[in-house]
């Protein structure tokens, strides 16, 4: 397998990255604004900012057909970002929240985005042509706490949402002139704006940090900070489901997943490295760890103590041992898709507090 590419951009954390559909332009949410980088060669190199949020950016992503990037922050705000011959030109969302924004993720249609908040709510957010602006309305109920990740479903309607009350859900976003009428699915037939169509606890009701539905979109997973990973497997509309899977580990707890296929998820999180989860209907597990290890850490552990012992007795020192054997050096914040083929994600993204993005091959 071919070595993971690493691009060490700065020692600031990076709350979220996205990548345009040619993988030519990287956008990263840095501090109160969001760098701009272009590839050139094997490296990328900063080419923009995108300043207009005056808190922390909490999210971006860029639209893969349109090229327009969406912003949010702690200010409240959502931005979006129009591409033009001179430059970006933001255009301000009526979100129309009282507490921060926390994530943001066009749906596959381009047409709208969900913006989770600090405020109990999801600002569904879609472009009103008569008025000439981008204009919001909310998913309220029954969300009771802060909406910490967003999913969209492939059908561009649902959307999965995992939040600190524990709860992840699956709404129904449909807009009427906005949306075409869904194809039914396993979620449910009729579909008007804020139908709860599934709502799922893990065991132990950790907040839940990210979600994200497989790659049919006929199941949903879930990563909570008791460091499991729950499958849930819907049955039908108002049918309770099929079945509903936790893995616990004896790890730290993910902060993202993705579905590689429909029989393979990857995590990251607060380890600092990406693990694989394998399984179906009859159960999943944990596989191990993405990132190849060298020899047997057992060996490694001994010949360190060793080295340690003579390095105190030939120089009277101690090496500086901070240093993690992972290619992450902190948490991992955010893992996307970055390639496809054949109903498959053949090639992944991290981004971590540490600075760095790393393509890895899945």
Request: aromatic share 10%.
């Amino acid at each position: 397998m071919a070595d993971p590419e690493v691009h060490h951009l700065f020692h600031n954390p990076i709350a979220d990255h996205s990548f345009s559909a040619d993988h030519g332009t990287l956008a990263v949410a840095r501090d109160s604004y969001v760098e701009l980088y272009g590839r050139v060669g094997n490296a990328f190199k900063l080419k923009d900012e995108l300043k207009g949020h005056d808190k922390t950016v909490t999210s971006v992503d860029i639209a893969p057909h349109s090229g327009r990037i969406v912003t949010c922050s702690q200010d409240r705000n959502a931005l979006v970002w129009e591409p033009s011959p001179t430059g970006y030109k933001p255009t301000l969302v009526l979100l129309r929240i009282s507490r921060a924004a926390t994530f943001v993720r066009w749906s596959p249609s381009e047409t709208k985005f969900a913006v989770g908040s600090g405020d109990r709510v999801i600002a569904i957010c879609y472009f009103e042509e008569e008025n000439d602006w981008w204009v919001s309305k909310h998913l309220k109920k029954p969300i009771r706490s802060t909406i910490t990740s967003v999913a969209w479903h492939p059908n561009s309607v649902l959307l999965a949402a995992g939040s600190t009350d524990a709860h992840a859900r699956v709404f129904s976003s449909f807009i009427k002139g906005v949306d075409a009428k869904p194809e039914p699915s396993v979620w449910g037939e009729r579909l008007p704006f804020n139908t709860v169509c599934g709502e799922f606890l893990n065991n132990s009701a950790g907040w839940v940090h990210s979600v994200a539905f497989s790659l049919s979109g006929d199941s949903l997973a879930f990563a909570a900070h008791d460091s499991s990973v729950t499958v849930v497997y819907p049955s039908g509309p108002e049918q309770p489901p099929r079945a509903v899977l936790t893995v616990s580990t004896q790890l730290l707890p993910f902060k993202s997943l993705i579905w590689k296929s429909e029989d393979e998820i990857i995590a990251a999180g607060y380890d600092c490295e990406a693990f694989r989860f394998k399984g179906g209907e009859s159960g999943w597990q944990l596989a191990g760890p993405v990132e190849p290890k060298g020899r047997d850490a057992g060996a490694q552990r001994e010949e360190s103590a060793l080295n340690m012992f003579r390095q105190m007795d030939l120089k009277g020192k101690v090496k500086d041992d901070t240093q993690l054997k992972t290619i992450h050096q902190n948490t991992v914040t955010t893992l996307r898709p970055f390639e496809s083929s054949g109903g498959r994600v053949t090639k992944f993204s991290s981004s971590g507090v540490d600075g760095r993005i790393v393509i890895w091959n899945a």
